[in-house]
């Protein structure tokens, strides 16, 4: 089986999890396309050769955002029904975000694409406030062998499907004003000269291309084209960037989750029934995980970590 998976990723999260989605396909013994959009990127891959399409974005106010909407709104019809998946991911498990995809789902029935299977992933908060290391640890060591379990039980027929109920569509419809909000924030979105060191790393690694530098030498966003996916923001090495009104909730520094691996003074769960306050609310979402793992013989990652 030939597989395509795109994604949409402002801050790498969801390429993240595509990896590992790919991975899992090549395992079972498939050939994988991976790509994530960037703006300017030539991504036209012939959607009639593939046997699978897998599409993957970071949920934003419980929508997709809109610069990967621009591209399913692009995408060609095509000569016969294509079976899809989508992958998505959030901070939070929360029932609001399950008609995220509803606005292209709408979009790809038209072009002759067929839903098959939806899976929600949790990974940290890029914007808000930031998540402490063993929270982000936690979610990572999940992350992988619950992709794995997603592309099993697309193996065998048994997919995950996210029931797009009429009131999480009317919040869905709602909040698509968050597409407004990037374009009267990013007028705003102010560089400090005296911390920043013009490696130009925020230009450069934009999604959408948003970043640009005037006539005046500063940078600038382009308010036509940025998704406030705060990548810049938060990898930014020098913390130089005001984010306009939304200063107050930007996160500085990428996870580095690897090392959180590797660093054993790390707890590798924070989540559990012991847990007060909002993250107890998570409870619901992983016992749901840790039951699918079960299912499939995939070892609980919390425990195969501690037992290392």
Request: proline share 6%; with cysteine; glycine share 4%.
């Amino acid at each position: 089986m030939k597989v395509l998976l795109i994604e949409f990723s402002g801050t790498g999260h969801t390429t993240i999890c595509g990896n590992f989605i790919g991975e899992a396909f090549k395992e079972l013994g498939h050939d994988v396309d991976h790509f994530t959009y960037k703006a300017g990127k030539d991504i036209n891959p012939d959607y009639n050769l593939y046997d699978l399409v897998g599409f993957g974005y970071p949920i934003h106010a419980f929508n997709v955002p809109e610069a990967f909407n621009k591209y399913i709104k692009g995408l060609p019809t095509l000569k016969e029904k294509k079976k899809y998946f989508i992958y998505k991911v959030s901070g939070e498990p929360f029932a609001l975000n399950n008609a995220s995809s509803y606005h292209i789902y709408k979009k790809l029935k038209k072009k002759g694409f067929e839903l098959y299977s939806e899976k929600h992933f949790l990974m940290p908060y890029n914007i808000m406030f930031r998540y402490r290391d063993s929270i982000a640890k936690q979610m990572y060591l999940y992350l992988k062998p619950l992709t794995k379990a997603f592309v099993l039980e697309m193996r065998d027929d048994k997919p995950e499907r996210i029931k797009y109920r009429f009131g999480y569509k009317v919040v869905s419809f709602l909040l698509r004003i968050e597409w407004i909000a990037p374009k009267l924030n990013a007028p705003f979105i102010h560089i400090k000269q005296k911390k920043c060191v013009s490696c130009h790393k925020c230009i450069k690694e934009c999604p959408t291309d948003a970043l640009f530098i005037n006539d005046k030498g500063k940078i600038r966003a382009k308010s036509s084209k940025c998704a406030m996916c705060m990548r810049c923001a938060m990898f930014c090495p020098t913390d130089a960037i005001t984010y306009g009104f939304m200063n107050l909730w930007k996160v500085n520094k990428p996870f580095q989750f690897e090392a959180l691996v590797k660093n054993k003074e790390v707890p590798p769960e924070y989540i559990n029934h012991d847990t007060k306050g909002y993250f107890k609310l998570f409870n619901k979402y992983f016992d749901a995980q840790k039951a699918l793992l079960e299912e499939y013989n995939i070892p609980n990652p919390v425990d195969s970590y501690l037992s290392k």
